[in-house]
C-alpha cells in the first residue's frame, strides 16, 4: 500500500477478500452507543441535559432490531467505526487497525436514510431487507450522501 495512505483508508482496505473492491468509507458513531458533548455547569442540575440527550439518542430510534432480525446481529460498540462499502459487503471495522466489528452481504442492506440532526452530528439510518435499521452518526453530511450514492436512498 502507498505511504500516503491515511490509516483510515489503510484500515478501510484491511481484509478484504481477492478482488473486492473498496467503494466507500467514512467514520460513524452507533447511535446506540453514541455520547454527547456535556456541558459542565456549576449547579444541582450540573450535566443533565447532557445525560439526557445521551440516553435519547441511545435510545429514541437508535434501532429498529427484532429478535433474528439483521439489524439485531450487530455486536455492542462503543466509539467511532469506519462504515465501509464494497462490491460484495458493508461493516464496521476498527478505525485504527481495520479489524471487522460486523459486516453483512452488500444485497441485505435495502438504503441510506438521511434523518434530521439531533446533536452536532449528521444522523442516518441503514435500512436492511427485512426491514430492521440501525442508525448512526457522522460529521459530514457528505459522508452520508456518498453512502446514499452506493446503497440506495
Keep these: 500500500m502507498p505511504e500516503t495512505m491515511s490509516r483510515q483508508q489503510r484500515s478501510a482496505l484491511s481484509q478484504l477478500a481477492a478482488g473486492e473492491q473498496l467503494l466507500s468509507y467514512g467514520v460513524v458513531v452507533p447511535a446506540k452507543s453514541a455520547k454527547g458533548v456535556k456541558m459542565t455547569r456549576p449547579g444541582p442540575f450540573s450535566g443533565i441535559g447532557g445525560e439526557l440527550g445521551d440516553r435519547l439518542v441511545q435510545s429514541v430510534g437508535a434501532a ?34 481495520g479489524t471487522a466489528v460486523w459486516e453483512v452481504p452488500r444485497a441485505w442492506v435495502a438504503r441510506v436514510e438521511r434523518r434530521p440532526r439531533l446533536q452536532l452530528m449528521a444522523r442516518f439510518r441503514l435500512h436492511y431487507a427485512d426491514g430492521s435499521w440501525l442508525a448512526f452518526l457522522t460529521a459530514r453530511r457528505r459522508t452520508i450522501e456518498t453512502f446514499r450514492s452506493q446503497l440506495g436512498g
Aim: charged residues 15%; hydrophobic residues 45%.
Design 64 to 97: 429498529s432490531a427484532g429478535a433474528g432480525s439483521i439489524a439485531a446481529g450487530m455486536p455492542p460498540s462503543s466509539g467511532a467505526l469506519l462504515l465501509r462499502v464494497t462490491d460484495q459487503r458493508v461493516g464496521l471495522v476498527r478505525p485504527l487497525d
